[in-house]
């Protein structure tokens, strides 16, 4: 499709009556062998919109209902998502062109392909690891490059790291399993032999030598995304691509002594890459578990062992879902019921499960807490409940649908509440509160990089405007995100698109921050992008499955 194709300011324009495409009626399995076509359509139940008892008792049918579609206030199917363009009335902010400029500038490429958008483009700074492609980096270039219309990019990659995930991977003498991401890759190019060639890090170079958990989950989600997008099935529905995503739940689908439906993970597995105290069961692994396993649930085929896995998937997500707002979830009168718990409590009437000591509740949480207002914790375990707020964990819950729409109503509801706290002068608080002293000697092992009030340690890092944004508009409540949007503005280009900023309330650049660095600048993009055409919220979005709501026996929040 190239009605009007146009290039502004590095945006490609498309006008804005595009045909609508869709996948209507089809059984999946035979996109295979032909493209998507433009298709008239009506709005009919996606196969995301279906609720997982639905899908448990259609297995048997053979054929899958249709891709959800997201229509924009003027009604555009959300499949032949528009790039960015100056549709509205008004001039693009002067740091979009830039932004775009920057962002082009960080593109690497492979046997003349682009493959990927590097860490940094800081030449200022030794390199160390980032002049890298980060699979979780990546993931807002590509969300932008997606968006503007530019699909190839996005296609490179997954195909590029699908192929990586089939190395042996190795850190001394112990294999990995055969589903584990990289963490990232480099492009090593030989200008006497014209030859460029691939090494990629699954974690044994890494700081603490630890498997990036996430990978493997923003790979199902941008692949969903691309999806999505794109309308092209082919690359999901091939052989590689399921075979692909098989492997990867299979890491996190088996069996063992688990007796919650959470993820154990070790620190430093995710974006928060270092030791802070996020072992055990931290909630951005579980919103990003729980999201790629429902993104799962629509990119596998019905096919013999793609219906094994969808019936794993959804037993899963039931138990999940469950725990997570049963467990997880901290609101006014939670915290009250906790402080108030008795310990020691056997059987199955026990109400304090975990054996959870009141007297372990920071002093910080009882004034944080508003009235109105909750939040997904960071860590529930045995004895132990980690009552930091994780900015990224629970914008993925809202986008996910992990929330219920309440929950998400709250979580806004503390984020205006609490903005001094969480977002300051520069969105978005990492995390909500640092740590500090002999708790930080602790926790951290005296780690220099996570100070108190920097870096992942209360750091504020503009990457996550894009979450926030995203949150925001699911909703409907874009005002919270302009007036974020207006902060990142008014210093991020003035400071040469730091990495994070430092300080109580994100006021000074950090002391270890690089410069240009891709996911800031990409996050601002695909924000802006967001707000400006609502409809690409569907490429990230999951509307709720209304057959997995808890019996939550707790006043809510958001009726007092």
């Known amino acids: 499709m190239d009605h009007g194709v146009k290039e502004m300011g590095g945006i490609r324009k498309v006008d804005s009556h595009c045909s609508l495409t869709e996948i209507d009626d089809y059984d999946l399995s035979k996109l295979l062998d032909k493209p998507p076509r433009p298709l008239n359509i009506e709005r009919q139940r996606s196969f995301d919109e279906r609720s997982l008892s639905e899908l448990s008792i259609g297995l048997n049918r053979g054929s899958v209902e249709n891709f ?9 199917s959300f499949l032949d998502t528009p790039a960015s363009s100056t549709r509205n009335s008004f001039e693009p902010h002067p740091m979009v062109a830039e932004a775009w400029d920057a962002l082009r500038r960080s593109l690497v490429f492979y046997r003349g392909q682009p493959v990927g958008t590097i860490a940094a483009h800081d030449h200022t700074e ?11 980096d990546f993931v807002p270039s590509a969300l932008a490059f997606l968006m503007n219309g530019e699909h190839d990019i996005v296609k490179n990659f997954l195909l590029k790291t699908l192929h990586l995930q089939g190395w042996e991977k190795r850190v001394d003498r112990f294999k990995l399993g055969e589903g584990v991401m990289p963490a990232s890759f480099k492009v090593l190019h030989d200008p006497a032999r014209n030859t460029d060639t691939i090494i990629a890090d699954f974690g044994e170079t890494a700081i603490g030598r630890v498997a990036p958990v996430d990978s493997g989950f923003w ?3 941008l692949l969903r995304a691309y999806t999505k997008s794109t309308g092209d099935l082919t690359l999901s529905e091939s052989s590689d691509f399921q075979k692909g995503i098989r492997l990867i739940l299979s890491l996190c689908l088996s069996e063992g002594y688990d007796t919650f439906p959470t993820l154990l993970c070790a620190d430093g597995c995710s974006m928060i890459d270092r030791r802070m105290g996020v072992y055990g069961y931290p909630i951005e692994i579980q919103a990003l578990f729980f999201m790629a396993l429902r993104c799962a649930c629509s990119l596998l085929k019905h096919d013999a062992e793609g ?19 049963s467990y997880f979830w901290l609101d006014f009168q939670q915290l009250n019921d906790i ?16 054996n959870v000591i009141p007297d372990s509740i920071p002093e910080w949480l009882f004034d944080f807490m508003p009235t109105r207002g909750g939040y997904f914790i960071g860590n529930v375990s045995p004895a132990r409940m980690d009552f ?35 977002v300051g002068e520069m969105p978005l608080k990492i995390c909500y509160p640092a740590i500090e002293s002999h708790e930080w000697r602790i926790v951290t092992g005296c780690d220099p990089k996570n100070t108190r009030w920097s870096y992942h340690n209360g750091g504020s890092w503009p990457v996550l405007l894009w979450l926030l944004t995203a949150a925001c508009i699911k909703t409907g409540r ?3 995100a302009r007036r974020a949007i207006d902060l990142i503005e008014s210093r991020l280009l003035k400071d040469s698109w730091p990495e994070y900023y430092d300080g109580k309330i994100g006021r000074y650049i950090g002391k270890q921050a690089r410069k240009y660095q891709t996911w800031s600048i990409a996050g601002y993009l695909v924000a802006k992008m967001m707000l400006e055409d609502p409809s690409h919220l569907g ?17 809510a929040s958001w009726t007092c």
């Open 339 to 354: 402080y108030r718990y008795k310990t020691e409590e056997y059987s199955h009437t026990a109400v304090n499960k975990f």
């Open 68 to 76: 959800e579609t997201m229509y924009s206030p003027v009604g555009r």
């Open 478 to 480: 874009p005002q919270i």
């Open 126 to 136: 030794e390199a160390l690891n980032y002049d890298q492609v980060f699979v979780r």
């Open 388 to 422: 930091r707020w994780f900015a990224l964990g629970n914008c993925v819950a809202i986008l996910s649908s992990l929330a219920t729409p309440d929950q998400s109503m709250a979580i806004m509801d503390l984020i205006e509440s609490r903005w001094e706290e969480l």
């Open 219 to 221: 790979w199902i989600i």
């Open 307 to 325: 219906k094994e896995f969808i019936e794993r998937i959804v037993k899963r997500l039931h138990a999940l879902s469950y725990h997570m707002r």
């Open 539 to 555: 490429m990230i979005s999951l509307e709720e499955d209304k057959q997995m709501k808890p019996l939550i026996k707790r006043s």
